[in-house]
């Protein structure tokens, strides 16, 4: 749980050094849609700014800055999948988790997004350009920390069992085994020692008992 807290933290360092730039990511998507010949469609997927990347993106200050938005949804994405594997969840991690991994999805429509109070991308764009183009694409990654922070908000309240049930296997396997009885032990003792041995008498050594052995009295006369 720590782990992923911690690499939440980092994603959250990284958006704040992308927010400080916000001006400039939009003026990069502007140019890339200039070259594009695309001014009418708003910014709606994952996939439209690696596209612009790829293809429409003629100067190294424009590539950092959209490579940042990329990198940081890409890292969103894999922080999903290790929450994914720390617990099986309840329905309402797991509804909070299908949002992140709905939102991070390449092809996931984001125009509609809007990021409310206290996140601020939204004021400073202009009127028109958050309600047409950029409103969704700048709202995307502060929407998702939000719900990540609330995933381990409720994570950390269940059980600790609850979480080590995904996270380590083996707990469940170990758990169901359970410790020897003393009955099984002391049966395994007595199969696997030697069984005392009796001690060992001779054919002649009992012979020569039978011969030490007195014959029946017989009174005078001979006869009983």
């Known amino acids: 749980m720590n782990e992923v807290k911690e690499a939440l933290r980092n994603i959250e360092q990284m958006y704040k050094l992308f927010q400080q730039q916000q001006f400039t990511f939009i003026a990069a998507l502007e ?24 293809h429409y993106c003629n100067n190294s200050t424009d590539r950092r800055i959209l490579q940042m938005f990329l990198d940081t949804c890409s890292e ?24 992140c991994k709905t939102l991070v999805s390449q092809s996931s429509d984001l125009s ?7 996140h601020d991308v939204v004021n400073h764009l202009s009127c028109d350009e958050a309600r047409n183009h950029y409103g969704g694409v700048v709202s995307l990654i502060p929407i998702v920390l939000d719900l990540m922070k609330e995933w381990i908000a409720h994570t950390e309240k269940l059980p600790r069992k609850a979480l080590q049930q995904v996270s380590d296997p083996q707990a ?23 069984p005392r041995e ?9 012979v020569k008992d039978k011969g ?3 014959p029946p009295w017989r009174p005078p006369g001979g006869k009983l």
Not at 189 to 194: D, E, F, G, S, V
Not at 198 to 206: E, T, W
């Open 76 to 99: 969103l994405n894999k922080l999903c999948q290790r929450f994914e594997a720390l617990h099986s969840g309840t329905p309402v991690t797991n509804n909070l988790l299908e949002r």
């Open 212 to 214: 030490c052995l007195k």
């Open 112 to 118: 509609s997004l809007r990021a409310k109070y206290p």
């Open 198 to 206: 009796l001690p060992k008498i001779s054919f002649k050594s009992r």
């Open 172 to 194: 469940t396997t170990k758990g169901t085994t359970g410790p020897i009885s003393p009955h099984q032990t002391t049966d395994t003792q007595l199969k696997t020692n030697n």
């Open 31 to 54: 140019h890339c849609r200039e070259n594009a010949h695309d001014k009418i469609r708003p910014i709606s997927t994952i996939a439209q700014v690696q596209s612009y990347t790829e």
